[in-house]
């Protein structure tokens, strides 16, 4: 067993084999680009609820009622105003909102034409554009819970649209490729037979990256999912000898009698725990005395996942943390830091840093040590 780089070390490492893996595609307008989507995503909404409940004066609930939002749903359109107002797209009017410049059918021809271009600048493949706006055309319908979203996201089981967000992408291409490099320096200098738990392992997007890079030094490699669906799905995907699969929800605690573990697993999933402090702190008990926590997470919430993430969270436990009482899915980068510090784990790898264009995108690779 040689000894492991040092956290510094770790990070450069990491973040050139990220970008590598991200090719010579132009990063320096995604800061740009990002807001695009995010403006243009957000103008959509807009004319979404314009067209549902006109262009106000109106309450949260009063826009509800005009789409008919099923019961679980009805907190949406206040989550949509929120962001609405933060970006000056509607006026307070006492209580209720008035739409800041109600959109024309020509501008939404352009709003349509500018987040195709973002898309496209940004690197994402066009099922991107075409599932943002099957979202957007069915405003009406997913708030009604006549159409779910986990079904626009998986037309027929297809994993094409989830594969573009999570995978093929220069910017996830960069956080798989670092998260990879930093799991490649753990088998290099960790113990033979390591054991891997992953947590809400999905679609495989971050695996599909690690498990090469573990193949050879590693026991078990526990593929968990809440939904059976991504089990069957990685089954058929991914051969490795080691790999098992299984139903966990960490929502309702982990295990105690199944670590410890080498590596701990957590690609855009960990803020699904109601209480993520609660969830670290777990996992934190199950890592062995030199275990690793690897954490992709979103810091900031992106307008262009609104027409998506409120819909997949309905219905959830309440958040029981710092969100608790609030309409916010994710933790701040801060936050992240100081929750995994409060579980007792130490900082290695925080990337991309916050003055590269990629830090845009919200998302961050977090690798934490016992
Ligand atoms: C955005 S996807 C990310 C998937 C995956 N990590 C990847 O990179 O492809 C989130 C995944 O978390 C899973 N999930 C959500 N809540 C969960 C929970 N409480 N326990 C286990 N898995 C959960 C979902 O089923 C989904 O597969």
Known sequence: MTAEATGPALSVSAHRAGRAAAGDH?????????????????????????????????????????????????????????????????????????????????????????????????GFPPALTAFLLRTLRELPRLLRDEVSAQSLLFPGGDTAVAEAVYRDNPFSRYLNAAAADTVRHLRAAG???????????????????????????????????LSPFFLDLARGRFPHPFLRFEVLDFATGLPETTGPFDLVVAANTAHNAPHVPRLLGQVADLLAPDGRLLLIETCREPH?????????????????????????????RREWREALHGAGLRVL??????????????????????
């Open 191 to 225: 113990p033979d037979g390591l054991r891997v738990l992953e947590l809400g392992a999905g679609i495989g997007a971050t695996s599909a990256d690690l498990l090469p890079a573990l193949d050879g030094r590693t026991a078990e490699y526990r593929f968990t999912d």
């Open 304 to 332: 262009q996942s609104l027409t998506s993430m409120p819909f997949l969270l309905s219905g959830r436990a309440a958040r029981q943390d710092l969100r608790a009482g609030t309409e916010r899915t994710y933790l701040t």
């Open 26 to 122: 132009d990063l320096s307008a995604f800061p740009d680009l990002a807001r695009r989507l995010d403006l243009a995503v957000l103008r959509a909404v807009a004319a979404g609820v314009g067209a549902a409940a006109g262009p106000g004066p109106w309450t949260a609930d009063e826009v509800a009622d005009a789409f008919g939002a099923a019961e679980r749903h009805r907190w949406i359109p206040g989550h949509w105003i929120a962001a609405l107002a933060d970006e000056g797209m509607v006026t307070a009017e006492g209580s209720a909102f008035r739409l800041a410049a109600p959109p024309r059918r020509r501008d939404l021809a352009a709003v349509r034409r500018d987040l195709d271009r973002a898309r496209a600048g940004l």
């Open 349 to 370: 790898v925080d990337l991309p840093h916050p003055t590269e264009p990629l830090d845009a995108l919200s998302q961050r690779l977090l690798l934490a040590a016992r």
